[in-house]
């Protein structure tokens, strides 16, 4: 285990449909009428990471252990680690997860807009995913 310090359950294991390999996610917020986001901490295990998506209006995300990659269409994915913020854009095309050699958990702070929180695209396949970890 190369993971310290975690605060949080694993949690329940997210669909193939949409994540490659085991990742899992411990909801700890959901939306309603003063927060118009969810906030979760997901779990990714090595060479786990999420299909290519978009959200309609944002995503933060928070780094509290491991290491991993965030990588936004077109261009090179970017290392994140514990303590690392990412901001995402809206509608803006990315996938992100563990590296292949480290698990790695993030918080997640989701914006919803129409109740709509990402829109799911191809996964990532083997060749982007080996090129992020070269
Ligand atoms: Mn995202």
């Known amino acids: 285990m190369d993971l310290?310090?975690?605060i949080f359950p694993k949690g329940e294991k997210?669909?193939?449909?949409?994540f490659t390999g085991n990742a899992f996610l411990?909801?700890?917020?959901?939306?309603?009428?003063?927060?118009?986001?969810?906030?979760?901490?997901?779990y990714f295990e090595k060479g786990a990471r999420t299909?290519?998506?978009t959200h309609p209006k944002g995503q933060v995300l928070i780094v509290t252990s491991g290491k991993g990659f965030y990588?936004?269409?077109?261009?090179?994915?970017?290392?994140?680690?514990?303590?690392?913020?990412?901001?995402?854009?809206?509608?803006?095309?990315?996938w992100?997860?563990?590296s292949?050699?480290?698990?790695?958990?993030?918080?997640a702070i989701t914006n919803c807009k129409n109740n709509v929180f990402v829109d799911w695209l191809k996964p990532v396949n083997t060749e982007e995913y080996a090129e992020a970890n070269s």
């Open 96 to 98: 992100h997860g563990a």
């Open 4 to 6: 310290e310090n975690i």
């Open 71 to 94: 990588q936004e269409k077109g261009k090179p994915a970017r290392v994140i680690t514990k303590g690392d913020v990412v901001n995402i854009p809206e509608d803006l095309e990315h």
């Open 26 to 42: 411990t909801p700890l917020l959901g939306s309603d009428a003063n927060n118009e986001y969810s906030i979760g901490s997901v």
């Open 14 to 18: 997210l669909s193939n449909d949409w």
């Open 51 to 53: 299909n290519w998506h």
């Open 100 to 107: 292949a050699e480290t698990e790695m958990i993030h918080i």
